[in-house]
């Protein structure tokens, strides 16, 4: 039985950068990867937001299995530390004061408030509501077995990823909006996609299409 091919296969991320958002709108069909080993320092459980003193890390804590490889599917979530009131805490500090907050806070904050299981459910979810905030009507399909990076030539499961360099993805260029605490900082560009809409609010579309359109 022939296997059903994808135009763009993607990593799980929570609140995903800018970069990894613009892949959603360049192509129509998309998988998220869950058969894939976890990596530790990777978007799976991390974003970077932008606060008062520059950009903040905001990191999921997981279940360790020690010496034990886990694939992303099988990843739960560990409550021993109060993480989601950091996490909560850190984008309200950061965003408080953004254009639109208001319209976009309600849909995350429930997130913070209840305990979900496994990180590919809590990333898929918020994922949802991000596409939905930027109006790209995608279906989101989870692979049913490790996809082989062999022959996939629109593979983005290890370029995305906070320690490859921005410059060297060719098929995306950020394009700058007024973030919050702009008078301390310069523009920093591929934020967590929650800078875009809390900053840009409507237009963030249209900054998201603008990254695409510049490469093509």
């Known amino acids: 039985m022939k296997k059903k091919s994808c135009n763009i296969i993607l990593s799980s991320a929570y609140l995903g950068p800018i970069q990894y958002f613009s ?3 360049s192509e129509e069909d998309i998988l998220i990867e869950q058969y894939d080993h976890y990596l530790k320092q990777t978007y799976r459980n991390r974003c970077v ?54 319209f976009y806070f309600d849909g995350f904050e429930p997130f913070y408030r209840k305990k979900t299981t496994f990180l590919i459910d809590l990333n898929t979810e918020m994922t949802k509501i991000i596409l939905d905030y930027l109006g790209i009507d995608r279906e989101i399909r989870l692979t049913k077995e490790f996809l082989k990076p062999e022959g996939l030539s629109n593979d983005y499961r290890a370029t995305i990823h906070p320690k490859v360099s921005l410059a060297s993805d060719q098929e995306y260029h950020p394009v700058p909006y007024m973030q ?37």
């Open 49 to 102: 937001i932008l606060s008062a003193n520059g950009p903040l890390p905001l990191i999921i804590p997981v279940v360790k299995e020690h010496g034990k490889k886990m694939l992303m599917k099988d990843v739960q979530i560990d409550y021993a530390t109060n993480w989601q009131r950091l996490h909560l805490n850190g984008i309200i500090s950061a965003y408080r004061s953004s254009a639109f907050f208001e």
């Open 23 to 25: 892949r959603f709108i």
């Open 180 to 216: 919050t605490f702009s008078d301390r900082h310069d523009f920093i560009p591929n934020m967590s996609i929650i800078d875009l809409l809390f900053n840009a609010g409507p237009e963030a579309r249209l900054i998201l299409d603008a990254g695409i359109e510049n490469n093509k």
